[in-house]
């Protein structure tokens, strides 16, 4: 029992905590909202089999954002998911929480904008950790194109790669046939 203890106490030195990457600092919210094409992301168990996967960000009165995350799944039937994004960076740094509208519980996930220009591409990171482990983290590449320039792609990869994040384990969203 003491040695689970301790392996348990030093396990988070050994492994480290998440990633903690830099963000947009003078986040500008409202040339963010609007659609996002999903390019890129770390695979998540809630999406296996989408595609033409978009985010749409809108302004709530209360000043937070709408979050509506759809999807094609099987077929061409449509998946959506409902949320809110509130601004948590310190001195305007593009750090949310993210919560799911759900109707027992809210879970909540840090959504931080690493890059964007606002017009063409956003690199997205989420990591949460559990006892100082990381339990979760994923990547997205967003695109304001639903198929954007080879390119821009590749400038997302080394924006990322510059951070420390790890692109080996992003893969693509079928973007492809989607209206």
């Given at each position: 029992m003491y040695f689970l203890l301790i392996i348990a106490s030093i396990l988070p030195f050994c492994l480290g905590g998440c990633l903690n990457p830099d963000v947009v600092q003078h986040f500008n919210v409202p040339a963010y909202l609007g659609k996002?094409?999903?390019?890129?992301?770390?695979?998540?168990?809630?999406?296996?089999?989408g595609r033409c996967t978009t985010a749409?960000?809108?302004?709530?009165?209360d000043g937070t954002v709408h979050v509506l995350n759809?999807?094609?799944?099987?077929?061409?039937?449509?998946?959506?998911i409902e949320g809110t994004a509130k601004l948590v960076g310190q001195n305007g740094e593009a750090k949310l929480d993210f919560s799911i509208d759900l109707k027992i519980v809210s879970p909540h996930a840090p959504y931080w904008v690493v890059d964007t220009d606002y017009t063409s591409y956003a690199l997205v990171w989420s990591c949460q950790e559990l006892f100082g482990v990381p339990v979760s983290s994923t990547a997205w590449i967003l695109t304001r194109e639903q198929n954007p320039p080879q390119s821009l792609i590749n400038q997302a990869y080394a924006k990322l790669e510059a951070q420390g994040i790890d692109t080996n384990k992003l893969k693509k969203t079928d973007q492809t046939n989607c209206d």
């Open positions: 996002w094409y999903e390019q890129e992301k770390y695979p998540q168990i809630f999406q296996v089999g749409e960000y809108s302004l709530n009165d759809t999807e094609q799944i099987i077929g061409d039937s449509t998946s959506s």
